[in-house]
């Protein structure tokens, strides 16, 4: 537990770095929490809005799930969005990739070991939508779908596609 609260102060801290010296509400900033699959972690985020249609953004994540810990998810995305309502809502689409690293505490290979930690790259697509209810905060929420490409010629369909949502608090620089 204390690596995990360790692990996520240290995500939000690194991603409100670019916001310090951020000009024209460019820059978002973000922290929420991601449900998905069997486990909860702590999510932040750095947006930056190349224009009102268009956008990056960088995700990090660490947490818990039924299985084991995972230590980080890191993500970075192109995004498309549609504002609407004086600007102050707008409905996203986005697509990327991500890399993540657990370490599972399943029993494997028929010991009673834990498991050693692996990596692995996943593409990432979703939707979401945004409401600012003032000029510098808001809140998001999105669902993102994620394929473990490296299972996909397994033989089997356990763990190819799974998927999370995300609901955060978010403050515009």
């Given at each position: 537990m204390k690596k995990f609260i360790v692990g996520a102060a240290a995500?939000?801290?690194?991603?409100?770095?670019?916001?310090?010296?951020?000009?024209?509400?460019?820059?978002?900033?973000?922290?929420?929490?991601?449900?998905?699959?069997?486990?909860?972690?702590?999510?932040?985020?750095?947006?930056?809005?190349?224009?009102?249609?268009?956008?990056?953004?960088?995700?990090?994540?660490?947490?818990?799930?039924?299985?084991?810990?995972?230590?980080y998810f890191v993500s970075a995305f192109a995004v498309a969005r549609r504002p609407f309502g004086e600007n102050n809502s707008a409905v996203y689409a986005r697509a990327g990739a991500g890399y993540m690293s657990f370490t599972s505490d399943f029993l494997c290979g028929g010991n009673f070991s834990p498991c050693e930690s692996e990596t692995r790259a996943l593409g990432q697509a979703g939707v979401?939508?945004?409401?600012?209810?003032s000029e510098k905060w808001g809140v998001k929420l999105d669902a993102t779908a994620v394929v473990n490409p490296g299972d996909l010629d397994n033989g089997n369909n356990d763990d190819d596609f799974t998927g999370y949502g995300v609901l955060s608090v978010v403050r515009r620089f």
């Open positions: 995500i939000l801290a690194a991603m409100s770095l670019p916001a310090l010296t951020a000009t024209a509400q460019n820059h978002e900033v973000g922290a929420g929490v991601s449900v998905g699959g069997t486990g909860v972690l702590l999510n932040g985020r750095y947006v930056y809005n190349i224009n009102k249609n268009f956008r990056l953004e960088a995700e990090a994540a660490a947490g818990t799930f039924i299985l084991g810990d995972v230590d979401g939508v945004e409401y600012f209810f």
